[in-house]
């Protein structure tokens, strides 16, 4: 039985990679085969001839996975723009159906897939001759999300947004992990309160600032992955 799980955020820089590669260590910890795949990634560092995507290599390296993080992206673009523009830049468009493909080919792979998004949920991956969003993939995948959010000034109204416009478009949403979370910091205490008031999702998670290792039950982790 394979099992999957689609990790999006409030928006860029909150700290998605940083806590998918926790998720990724804690389950590979514990024994269980888990891997990594991202639909799209901009902004990959050219080594020699080849692209390195930096999110699926920092999740490697902090998880453990032996793949080469190349075979864990479908489309890397070099310009460190949105999806779609540096698709358009690079003259190389996403395509579904490679997604759909090698998303099947690590599922099958990897006990638990965590697959990470681009940026914030609302997400062009291809604006041209059609419209692809980050969200059509999440659909297409047929996951469950979880919202990563800061934990700042501001993620009230971010992490709300982002909640609304994923239950507007039906995606079943598991949890909230705050990123950067200071339990002695008044405002982010009061932060996580308000958040699970305002938008009925749980707070499955709160994340410190450099931390190693990810401090959640493990049933509770394992429970929000949906099967593929």
């Known amino acids: 039985m394979n099992k999957g799980l689609f990790i999006t955020a409030t928006g860029t820089d909150v700290g998605k990679t940083f806590v998918t590669a926790l998720i990724v260590k804690k389950l590979r910890d514990h024994g269980i085969h888990a ?23 920092y999740v490697c390296d902090i998880s453990g996975i032996k793949d080469d993080p190349q075979n864990l992206v479908s489309f890397i673009y070099e310009t460190a723009v949105s999806p779609h523009l540096a698709a358009k830049i690079e003259n190389h468009p996403v395509d579904k159906s490679i997604i759909l493909r090698d998303f099947d080919r690590l599922k099958f792979k990897y006990e638990y897939i965590c697959v990470e998004g ?30 990563i959010a800061s934990s700042c000034l501001g993620t009230i109204n971010e992490t709300v947004l982002t909640v609304e416009y994923a239950k507007k478009l039906g995606i079943n949403i598991k949890g909230i992990i705050l990123n950067s979370f200071n339990k002695e910091n008044f405002l982010h205490v009061d932060n996580k309160k308000q958040i699970e008031s305002l938008t ?29």
């Open 35 to 57: 891997g990594y795949y991202k639909a799209a990634l901009s902004g990959a560092q050219k080594t020699g001839k080849s692209l390195v995507p930096g999110d699926a290599k």
């Open 118 to 147: 681009s940026g914030g949920i609302i997400c062009p991956l291809r604006i041209d001759t059609q419209t692809i969003m980050l969200t059509d993939i999440i659909k297409m995948l047929q996951l469950d999300i979880i919202i």
């Open 200 to 228: 009925g999702v749980s707070v499955i998670g709160c994340v410190a600032q450099h931390a190693c290792d990810l401090d959640m039950d493990l049933t509770i982790l394992t429970d929000i992955f949906k099967e593929v």
